[in-house]
């Protein structure tokens, strides 16, 4: 281990003593013996403070005020929302964009125009926002929970492909983390099955498959620009397709069964249907924050990247892996594993506490989700036992069962934040000194 530290000293060395040379990659040197950790007493790795957010400055102001001044405040009135769809599709290089009041309300949207009901099945990740469950149970369909792969954190498609059945009337994977599915995978197994691919991208801003935005290889892809999201107009969302009469019909369901800008209801002209309209406010609020982020996920993925070749010098820390076909991840999360066998067995608990005390915030991120009350629950809803039956519905608890999710949630996996990527290189060298100090005094920290 002492080798594997001394490795990156080394290479700094001999690059610059041989002069003319030029360094290529990391400059950064380890300390040949950390500082005390924090939580012994030592001083704190990180001191700076992570980036605010949301960032907003004029732009955002002015955005407002003129819609506020303009007098037309929702869609059906004015023209922004149409204007964001346009430029949000745009940007993604998708055919239509629909503009909706959150990521919950698009997936919901593109449940409801694919007609999902009472006796259907939906395939979804073990691993994922309860949002993604949620949008199934309100339309009384049975969410189908697929086991994780422990080594991205994304839904595994070949266990995905074994819970597809034929009450099957979508597969939704999800993007976790900003990080692509493994999208050919589910694109194949949705092709051989003829069932809808749905992709909830809420975490996956400009996040790419082979150079092509996510959100465009499905029938349709779902986003969310809540507060915590890498697009962020407090509430909202968007779906993005490339079917144009799907996207019609999304805009029929979002807007109370009525196509164009209609609000009254004609007799024999509605369908089955909801209002989720975005505001105009919120469209202009995210035409402006538009105009950073490119440059953020920019930021985000160059630090991204250089915390991950500084902690490849750390055995023990494993940052989620990509599937070949991604060449860009939003970082929405930066999830990695910790295997405390590398740190003389101090517990993931323990290292997070170690980690809060240098001053750098880290989460277990989510938990089993096919274990929660809430969800186990669904097999005595008696919504569900009319529908489905007893036996069908404790089936289902058995057909849940996710043994990789249950090590990677219950051992392993850790969360830095987005807004922690939006800081300096230093920022990251000085996460992983922290890291570096930790395991160089575990047994310590352990008895501590
Ligand atoms: C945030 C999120 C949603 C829901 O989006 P809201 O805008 O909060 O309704 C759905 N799925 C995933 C994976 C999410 O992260």
Not at 4 to 14: E, L, S, V
Not at 73 to 93: D, I, S, T
Not at 194 to 200: A, K, L, R, Y
Not at 329 to 334: P, T
Request: charge should be neutral; glycine fraction near 10%.
């Amino acid at each position: 281990m002492k080798q594997k530290f001394n490795r990156r000293a080394f290479i700094g060395m001999t690059a610059a003593a041989g002069a003319g040379l030029t360094l290529v990659g990391p400059q950064f040197v380890w300390a040949q013996q950390s500082e005390k950790p924090a939580i012994l007493g030592g001083s704190k790795a990180y001191t700076s403070g992570f980036s605010a957010w949301p960032i907003y400055d004029e732009t955002e102001e002015k955005a407002l005020i003129s819609v506020l001044k303009s007098g037309n405040w929702g869609r059906l009135n004015g023209p922004v929302v149409g204007g964001f769809e346009q430029a949000y599709a745009k940007l993604n290089g998708s055919g239509h964009c629909l503009g909706v009041s959150s990521g919950t309300a698009a997936l919901t949207t593109i449940l409801g125009a694919l007609g999902i009901g009472p006796g259907d099945e939906v395939v979804i990740p073990v691993y994922t926002f309860i949002a993604t469950y949620n949008v199934v149970v309100l339309n009384y369909a049975l969410p189908i929970l697929v086991d994780t792969d422990i080594e991205t954190f994304q839904i595994d498609a070949k266990k995905a492909e074994a819970a597809v059945t034929a009450q099957t009337k979508a597969i939704m994977p999800v993007h976790i983390g900003g990080t692509p599915a493994d999208i050919d995978a589910f694109l194949a197994l949705g092709q051989k099955k003829g069932i809808p691919i749905i992709e909830d991208a809420c975490q996956a801003h400009l996040a790419e498959w082979n150079g092509k935005k996510v959100g465009n290889f499905g029938l349709a892809g779902a986003f969310s620009f809540q507060s915590s999201k890498n697009l962020n107009c407090a509430e909202g969302g968007a779906i993005l397709t490339n079917d144009a009469d799907f996207a019609s019909t999304c805009y029929t369901f979002h807007n109370q069964g009525q196509g164009g800008t209609g609000i009254s209801y004609g007799t024999g002209s509605g369908t089955r249907a909801t209002n989720l309209r975005l505001t105009e406010f919120q469209g202009n609020l995210l035409l402006a924050q538009m105009t950073r982020l490119q440059q953020q996920a920019k930021t985000r993925s160059e630090n991204a990247k250089y915390l991950t070749e500084l902690l490849s010098d750390i055995p023990g820390i494993e940052p989620a892996k990509w599937y070949p076909g991604t060449t860009q991840s939003a970082y929405h999360l930066y999830m990695f594993r910790y295997l405390k066998e590398h740190f003389n067995g101090l517990s993931r608990d323990k290292f997070v506490e170690a980690l809060t005390a240098e001053g750098i915030p880290c989460s277990q991120g989510y938990g089993q989700m096919n274990r929660d009350a809430y969800v186990t629950g669904l097999a005595s809803n008696p919504h569900y036992l009319r529908i489905y039956g007893e036996k069908t519905m404790q089936e289902w608890l058995e057909r849940n069962q996710c043994p990789q999710n249950d090590k990677l949630t219950g051992e392993q996996s850790l969360w830095f934040f987005q807004t922690m990527l939006l800081g300096t290189r230093e920022n990251m060298e000085q996460i992983a000194t922290a890291i570096r100090k930790i395991q160089q005094y575990a047994k310590q920290i352990a008895k501590a």
